[in-house]
């Protein structure tokens, strides 16, 4: 299998929120060394001053100005910053699961011949595909969740029961979405639909199929319900051979080489509109 990386939001968001952690920190300590530099001169000041002041006779100047130096050098020195810890965040950790879980979907698929690519991270502008395989029995769109927990789906609701990494169950019931409030489901249907209406204008493709894969190794489904994707399984359930088999697409390897081409087109396309946009 080939492999191609369009881009990898989710290493990308994970270094960013690791850079942010690091140059917060940074400023932080920058702006303690220039308290201390500041502290310095200002006890600099107060020494000379104390020092010109009883040269010149001025005694109770000289003891004023002593009395603020002691005061000045015992509670006046900058306290060190409130560092963010060395570790990652929480945000951090969410951003490596969900790498190592398309890692381990990766792996999964390393099997299958160079027939088929493997593309992560197409773009389109209904956001983005974690992984999409093209081969001769058509385009695969795959949303990858890596989720500790037990998983339950009733159209485009999505729930789950989650655990800790000790097993205890720490809540339930709780939303699966990303961040605008999609579900796995939404999120794959609308990015595949996109696609999809792309290579039927183009007469290459009739229909993209999608699915969600649980990535994590805990990972366990409760029940499903009127799932509105063609497939969701764990990791360990995913057969793509049988998935593929089960298309109605067959397309030859001049047509898969010339669908590869368009994808690239698309992604580069939205990812160009993206930047003019920030």
């Known amino acids: 299998m ?21 140059t917060q920190n940074q ?16 006890l600099q000041r107060l020494s000379r001053s104390m020092r010109q002041s009883w040269s010149g006779k001025r005694y109770f100047a000289a003891i004023g100005q002593a009395i603020q130096y002691a005061f000045v050098f015992a ?8 560092l963010l810890p060395d570790e990652p965040n929480e ?20 099997g299958l011949d160079d027939n088929w690519t493997l593309i992560a991270g197409y773009c389109n502008a209904r956001g983005e595909i974690d992984r999409l395989l093209v081969g001769p029995s058509g385009v695969m769109a795959i949303e990858v969740k890596t989720i500790n927990g037990h998983v339950s ?19 339930t019931n709780k939303p699966l979405a990303d961040r605008t409030g999609r579900s796995p489901s ?3 249907n609308e990015c595949a639909d996109a696609l999809q209406s792309r ?4 007469s290459i493709l009739q229909n993209v199929q999608r699915g969600v894969v649980l990535a994590h190794p ?31 697409e067959r397309l030859s390897a001049q047509q898969v080489a010339s669908l590869l081409q368009i994808v690239r087109q698309d992604h580069d396309f939205h990812q160009r509109n993206r930047q003019r946009s920030r």
């Open 27 to 42: 400023k932080a300590l920058s702006a303690h060394q220039g308290a201390l530099v500041h502290h310095r001169m200002h």
């Open 186 to 188: 939404r999120q794959i």
């Open 199 to 202: 290579l039927r204008r183009l």
């Open 153 to 171: 789906c009733d159209g485009d609701r999505w729930l789950f029961d989650k655990y800790d990494q000790y097993g205890n169950l720490v809540q």
């Open 218 to 248: 805990k990972s366990k489904i409760r029940h499903l319900n009127n799932i509105t994707v063609n497939f969701v399984c764990t990791l360990d359930r995913l057969d793509i051979e049988r998935l593929a088999g089960q298309s109605t």
């Open 2 to 22: 080939k492999i191609l990386v369009f881009s990898d939001h989710t290493a990308d968001m994970g270094h960013a929120q690791q850079s942010a952690r690091q």
């Open 75 to 82: 509670l006046g020195r900058p306290k060190p910053p409130e």
């Open 91 to 110: 945000t951090e950790k969410i951003y490596k699961a969900g790498r190592d879980g398309e890692q381990r979907v990766d792996e999964h698929l390393s």
